[in-house]
C-alpha cells in the first residue's frame, strides 16, 4: 500500500468508503421517487433475483442485525414490497419474498445499479474488475 501522502489516504478501506458514501449519495438521487432508504434498498435489490430468503440469509446478505432486519421488513411489507410466510415443508422457518408491486421496485434498483455500475467501471480492464471483486470478498471474510 502507498503510504507517501500520509496512511489515511493509501488507505483501501477509506477509499471503500469514500466510494460507498458518493455511490449511496447517486442511488439515492436516482431512486428518490421509490422513496427508499439505503438499506431498504439493498435487501430489495438482494431479493431481486426472486429467489425468497430466510431471515438469517437475508440478514447475512444485507449486513444488517436481524432487529434492524425485523423493522426494515415491518416497512417495507406495510409498503406491499415483500411478504414473510413459513417455508414449505418447515413452518419454523421464515421467508421473505417480493411481491408484484416489490419486483417491479426492485427491477428498477438493480437498473438503477447496473447502470452506476457500467458508468463507473466503463474504462477499466475485466482483470482490474476481478481484482477488486477479490478485495471486497477479502474484506468480507474477515473474522469479527
Partial sequence: ??????????SALLALQRATHVTLQILAA???????????INVL????DGRGRTISELGAAAGTRPTTLTS??????????????P????????VVELTASGRLVAGT???A???????????LPPD????????????AEVPA
Fill in 128 to 139: 482490474a474488475i476481478a481484482g477488486f471483486h477479490a478485495v471486497l470478498r477479502a474484506l
Fill in 87 to 94: 417455508r414449505p415443508g418447515d413452518r419454523r422457518v421464515v
Fill in 1 to 10: 500500500m502507498d503510504t507517501s501522502h500520509g496512511p489515511a489516504e493509501g
Fill in 109 to 111: 434498483i438493480r437498473e
Fill in 30 to 40: 436516482t431512486l428518490v421517487d421509490l422513496d427508499l432508504t439505503a438499506s431498504e
Fill in 45 to 48: 435489490a438482494i431479493l431481486a
Fill in 72 to 85: 426494515l421488513l415491518d416497512r417495507l411489507e406495510r409498503r406491499g414490497h415483500v411478504t414473510r410466510g
Fill in 113 to 123: 445499479l447496473a447502470d452506476l455500475e457500467r458508468r463507473a467501471l466503463v474504462d
